[in-house]
């Protein structure tokens, strides 16, 4: 199987990368935020208590996350690989997805780390909100989920770094010059 985390701040592009990643390798897709947003419209109880926290800009608590990743996993059937799409969030999630990967005889492949500067995240992610009406893509909300980016997201590069799985993509430019680059480094790992 070829595992790919995709990684990168709130705006960063992961989840159009995501797209076209998937869709070239024959992954399958699991982006954690898209999931919670389903059971919110689902209005079911795991949408009620994760409303709470993504209106706050806050993550998920790590056990409900891993228990629900777990489970998307194992519900594809004869796959090809996964792209990890806004997981692992913290320490704790990547040491969960490790171990969750060896106990089924698989690893992670790569981990690209989506770079785009602060200021230009925050425009991006402001635009988002006007055209797609997402909640928590407010200008409070905004700031909040950077400030959780930086402090319990970040320390995952350094992590990634001593696994040697750490790749770094220029996020800013082209849909298609930064799908390149992440084309080049899947193909170094393929
Ligand atoms: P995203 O669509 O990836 O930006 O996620 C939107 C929101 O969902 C985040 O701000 C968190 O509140 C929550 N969320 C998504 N993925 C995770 C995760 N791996 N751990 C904890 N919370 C998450």
């Known amino acids: ?14 989840g159009t990368q995501s797209e076209r990643i998937s869709e070239k390798y024959g992954l399958n897709h699991i982006s954690t935020g898209d999931v919670l947003r389903a059971e ?12 709470g926290y993504i209106d706050q800009g806050q993550l998920i608590p790590d056990e409900l996350m891993i228990d629900i990743l777990a489970s998307v996993f194992d519900s594809f059937k004869e796959s ?21 990967l060896a106990d089924r005889s ?10 785009v500067p602060e200021e230009e995240l925050i425009d991006r992610l402001l635009k988002r909100g006007l055209a797609t009406g997402r909640a928590d893509d407010n200008e409070e909300t905004i700031q909040k989920r950077l400030v959780v980016y930086n402090t319990q997201t970040a ?3 350094d992590w990634y770094k001593e696994e040697k ?16 680059d992440i084309s080049q480094a899947i193909n170094s790992v393929k």
Not at 1 to 13: E, K, Q, T, W
């Open 1 to 14: 199987m070829l595992n790919v985390v995709i990684f990168g701040a709130p705006g960063s592009g992961k």
């Open 40 to 51: 919110i419209k689902n209005n079911t109880e795991l949408g009620k208590t994760a409303k």
């Open 80 to 100: 090809k690989g996964v792209i990890f799409d806004g997981f692992p969030r913290t320490i704790a999630q990547a040491d969960a997805l490790k171990k969750m």
């Open 106 to 115: 698989q690893k992670v492949s790569i981990m690209l780390d989506l770079k």
């Open 155 to 157: 320390p995952l590069i």
């Open 165 to 180: 799985l750490y790749h770094k993509i220029d996020g800013v430019g082209s849909m298609e010059e930064i799908f390149e």
